[in-house]
């Protein structure tokens, strides 16, 4: 059974910088694509970053220019790394990663417990 284990998360001010990690039981180069998501009180899970295997990060939005995605496969371990920090950035962060067969029922879904993460402005 594939664990995915979020870490980093806590209260910082307006402004500051926080970095999670994301630590898999398996070998992240197993799997295609992994990814940040998060979701605020209220609201929808929505896609922060996303990175696959052999291509560039993908960012939303409102992560481009202040977030990075990176994964150190010699640890099995994402990152990311926010900057420039926001109140609208409060949410519980969650790890996601992915392995895709040849059709998507064969497609597997991992997801970590998440850390909670808090902007005060």
């Known amino acids: 059974q594939v664990q995915l284990v979020e870490s980093g998360g806590g209260l910082v001010q307006t402004g500051e910088s926080l970095s999670l990690s994301c630590t898999a039981s398996?070998?992240?180069?197993?799997?295609?694509?992994m990814g940040w998501y998060r979701q605020a009180p209220g609201k929808q899970r929505e896609l922060v970053a996303s990175?696959?295997?052999?291509?560039?990060?993908n960012y939303a939005a409102s992560a481009e220019g202040r977030f990075t995605v990176s994964i150190d496969n010699a640890k099995n371990t994402m990152y990311l790394q926010m900057n420039s920090l926001k109140p609208e950035d409060t949410a519980v962060y969650l790890c996601n990663a992915n392995t895709r067969g040849l059709s998507p029922k064969y497609d597997r879904h991992y997801w970590g417990q998440g850390t909670l993460v808090l902007v005060s402005s």
């Open positions: 990175i696959s295997r052999g291509g560039g990060p």
């Open positions: 398996t070998r992240t180069d197993n799997f295609n694509d």
